[in-house]
């Protein structure tokens, strides 16, 4: 079965520049997230989109910014890098109820962000 | 505001043997979904089991079961025969079963190492 595909997996970048993660979702589902887990830590909701449309926000910089495409892929996009931002970032996707699925969020194998 | 304690950091248990994982939380809402993530070494996000909340009977998944007390606000996993790739960390999460909130809010995790 098709799954939640991120690109690029890995990324280094300096202090003060600027980061574009990908995400495609499982054909299909209607509502992507997105986490971030920092080095031994729990992920944490940044921001979720439901049929291109912001739905939820969570603990996102006002650095980042995201958006959900015509096609449903989404773009999570991080200016003025920090130390700080280094991090694991997850996708997840999920087809709502009301669209026939169970709202379960299936995760993507997460980009590596190394901000030097 | 939801919460989700995972009180222990790590437990040890024996290959074929029975392992069970605590997982409290507290919340106001009525209706919502509870689930366990297993995250290898790889760092793959991985549904282990699902369970909604206005259903009493506790959710299985071949060797992975929980048990579900709501009045309590408790979800326990119980691993069954364990096996060395059970070894990873393991994230309780909740989610609201609002579709207007709908991210999950995780555990600290719990890492679980398998002695051969």
């Known amino acids: 079965a098709a799954g939640v595909i991120q690109s690029p997996r890995h990324l280094i970048k300096e202090k003060r520049e600027t980061a574009t993660l990908k995400c495609y979702p499982i054909?299909?589902?209607?509502?992507v997230y997105w986490y971030q887990q920092g080095p031994g830590q729990d992920p944490q909701f940044l921001i979720s989109?439901?049929?291109?449309?912001?739905?939820d926000k969570g603990s996102i910089p006002d650095r980042f910014s995201a958006q959900q495409f015509s096609d449903y892929h989404s773009e999570l996009n991080m200016s003025s890098l920090e130390l700080g931002d280094s991090a694991l970032y997850f996708c997840?996707?999920?087809?709502?109820?009301?669209?026939?699925?169970?709202?379960?969020?299936?995760f993507g194998p997460g980009t590596r962000l190394t901000v030097l | 505001a939801q919460t989700v304690t995972q009180s222990q950091p790590e437990m040890s248990v024996q290959e074929a043997e029975t392992v069970t994982l605590s997982c409290t939380y507290d919340?106001?809402?009525?209706?919502?979904?509870l689930f366990w993530y297993k995250q290898p070494p790889s760092r793959q996000m991985i549904l282990v089991i699902r369970q909604e909340a206005y259903k009493q009977q506790n959710a299985t998944e071949n060797r992975f079961s929980v048990n579900f007390q709501k009045a309590a606000k408790s979800f326990s996993l119980k691993i069954s025969d364990s096996q060395l790739g059970d070894a990873a960390m393991y994230f309780c999460a909740y989610r609201s079963a609002s579709g207007a909130n709908s991210k999950l809010t995780f555990g600290k995790g719990i890492t679980l190492s398998v002695r051969p």
């Open positions: 997840a996707s999920s087809l709502r109820v009301g669209g026939g699925g169970t709202d379960t969020q299936y």
């Open positions: 919340t106001s809402e009525s209706d919502y979904y």
């Open positions: 054909p299909r589902h209607d509502t």
């Open positions: 989109f439901y049929e291109k449309m912001q739905s």
